[in-house]
């Protein structure tokens, strides 16, 4: 599974757009992009994934550039309850192999 | 829907003596990981299992680490004997059909002094 790269930590105000970057330039054409966030002391929780096309739910928004070499998770109004350690992940689809999390990003929300 | 159950939440333990942590999965779902997380790293694979089958343990230390998941559904990591280095945060997941997103406990945070 190819290996993302992502800012240490980020910190956003409270109520505006939480943007965060990933990179993943040696990604595959059947890997997925995930992203999981870590809340202090709580095990990761899925958040979003996609494989070309962005995505939205009711927790983010996934952006895919064209080449697919990076991606961009948008939390659009954060919260304090959004300060986590987020994790962005790369894995080929139909395969039950393990996700690689790194290290990940920590971000913190500012009142 | 309950999610994944794990316990216990935490374990002090003096090293050289055993211990075993459990897992009960999300209802219905086939495929149990667990990981080990160090502290300020990301959670990393130790086994997954397909239904009672251990599919994938490579990284598990099989001189001192045993898994076990009988009947498909709960499981059980022991370790035996516990050394200082294996403090870290032992955390479950499941998924469906090992193919879509994975679920995870609380995690187990083990204390050895």
């Known amino acids: 599974d190819a290996k993302t790269t992502q800012p240490p930590s980020m910190d956003c105000a409270e109520g505006r757009a939480a943007n965060l970057p990933c990179n993943h330039s040696?990604?595959?054409?059947?890997?997925?992009v995930y992203w999981y966030r870590q809340i202090h002391s709580q095990g990761p929780q899925y958040i979003i994934h996609?494989?070309?096309n962005n995505e939205t739910n009711e927790m983010a928004s996934l952006i895919i550039t064209e080449d697919r070499k990076s991606s961009t998770l948008i939390l659009p109004h954060a919260t304090l309850r959004d300060t986590a350690v987020y994790y962005c992940?790369?894995?080929?689809?139909?395969?039950?192999?393990?996700?690689?999390f790194g290290t990940g990003t920590s971000l913190t929300v500012i009142p | 829907e309950a999610g994944v159950v794990q316990s216990p939440r935490y374990k002090i333990i003096e090293k050289k003596q055993p211990v075993a942590f459990w897992c009960n999965p999300i209802s219905g779902h086939n495929t149990l990981y667990w990981y080990l997380q160090n502290l300020g790293q990301g959670p990393e694979l130790l086994i997954r299992?397909?239904?009672?089958?251990?599919?994938?343990d490579s990284q598990l230390p099989k001189d001192r680490f045993s898994a076990e998941r009988l009947k498909g559904v709960d499981s059980t990591l022991k370790i035996q004997p516990a050394e200082l280095g294996d403090s870290a945060v032992y955390l479950c997941?499941?998924?469906?059909?090992?193919?879509?997103?994975?679920?995870f406990g609380p995690g187990t945070r083990l204390t050895v002094l």
């Open positions: 992940i790369v894995r080929e689809a139909n395969t039950g192999n393990q996700f690689y």
């Open positions: 299992y397909e239904n009672e089958e251990a599919v994938d």
């Open positions: 040696t990604i595959s054409g059947n890997e997925y």
């Open positions: 997941a499941s998924s469906l059909s090992g193919i879509g997103e994975q679920f």
């Open positions: 996609g494989l070309k």
